[in-house]
């Protein structure tokens, strides 16, 4: 009998009415040959959330949602809880899969995005954890750009974190033996994790398109208020884990910086913010890393100087595509 393995799926969630419903179909709605166990971990939403996530229950426990896997288990909570990190692991040590991934309440699946990791996982049992491409969506969810995934180098990561969290999924063996999240952390909790896991297991890269990344002005990724806090937690998992300061991680910290401390007609001028911005980098990771590392020259390429620019706010604001 062919492997079909349960692939436990969690979703934290806290007033994102808008759009949880889309996020919730986007799971249910997946058609393959394994078993899905759904779990949301809602951290005590004030909005309509919970009233969302009933009317679904209701509707698998009815019978009246159509089916389209080995079978859904689903479960979910309500309550106050510490922050992303700390849900999530309410939801991981209710799972029972032996394939892991988490779902932000305001992204979705792609159709045949579980079906693609269980192929994959079936066919390459060694992987500790794939991760798949990903899109750029508005609140719409209307598709505004390409998460710049690519092929695994470890050592690269320490500059781009070029694994996206909602296109990612883990083997449970994997996440328990490295100690799971790190509940201190807010922000980048899942770069510090890919780091870990890929350390000490198989990572493969699927180039396919399994999920859609939304950015919207209340996102936390997105808004302003808290990219620098954004910034310096990932510099700083970066310095712990790779014992230096790679300048892209400097300058993702230095950017929302510069642009409140510049005047603002400046601040305004996108040459002169990438100006001061890199001028800043420049003598903070001189000064972090005490001169030039050969590991940083080796990764001055132009395109990799591309992907420093073209940060999350540009791709909100640009009309590309690409």
């Known amino acids: 009998m062919p492997y079909t393995p349960i692939i436990s799926i969690v979703t934290p969630s806290y007033n994102q009415g808008e759009f949880i419903a889309e996020t919730i179909e986007s799971v249910l709605g997946q058609a393959g040959d394994f078993s ?88 390459h049992p060694e992987t500790g954890l794939l991760y798949g491409d990903a899109d750029y969506c508005d609140a719409g969810g209307n598709r505004i750009g390409r998460y710049r995934t690519e092929a695994f180098d470890f050592e690269k990561l320490a500059w781009f974190n070029f694994i996206c969290q909602p296109s990612t999924f883990f083997r449970r063996e994997p996440f328990n033996e490295v100690g799971g999240l790190n509940e201190s952390l807010r ?22 398109v399994l999920s859609r990344y939304r950015l919207h ?43 409140r401390r510049l005047p603002p007609f400046l601040a305004k001028n996108r040459g002169v913010l990438i100006l001061a911005t890199l001028l800043h980098s420049l003598f903070r990771s001189l000064r972090l890393n005490r001169g030039i590392r050969k590991k940083e020259l080796r990764l001055l390429t132009r395109e990799n100087f591309k992907k420093i620019f073209r940060n999350r706010i540009n791709i909100m604001t640009s009309s590309s595509q690409s």
């Not at 305001?106 to 066919?123: E, H, K, M, V």
């Not at 980048?188 to 699927?206: E, K, N, S, V």
Request: aromatic letters at 12%; glycine letters at 6%; proline letters at 5%.
């Open 36 to 123: 899905m166990e759904y779990i949301i971990v809602d951290g005590g939403s004030t909005d309509d959330s919970v009233t969302v996530i009933r009317r679904y229950d209701e509707l698998l426990k009815q019978g009246t949602w159509p089916v389209s896997c080995r079978g859904i288990t689903f479960r979910w909570l309500s309550e106050k809880d510490r922050g992303q990190s700390h849900a999530l692991m309410k939801g991981f040590r209710m799972a029972k899969g032996e394939i892991f991934a988490w779902l932000n309440s305001d992204d979705i699946y792609l159709p045949g995005s579980l079906q693609s990791a269980t192929d994959f996982f079936r066919n």
């Open 187 to 208: 922000f980048a909790l899942d770069y510090d994790l890919w780091i870990r896991i890929t350390r000490r297991f198989p990572c493969r890269h699927l180039p396919q």
């Open 217 to 259: 002005d209340t996102s936390k990724t997105v808004s302003d208020a808290t990219l620098h806090a954004n910034g310096e937690e990932a510099l700083s998992v970066a310095m712990n884990h790779f014992g230096w300061a790679p300048l892209p991680r400097v300058y993702n910290a230095c950017h929302p910086l510069c642009r």
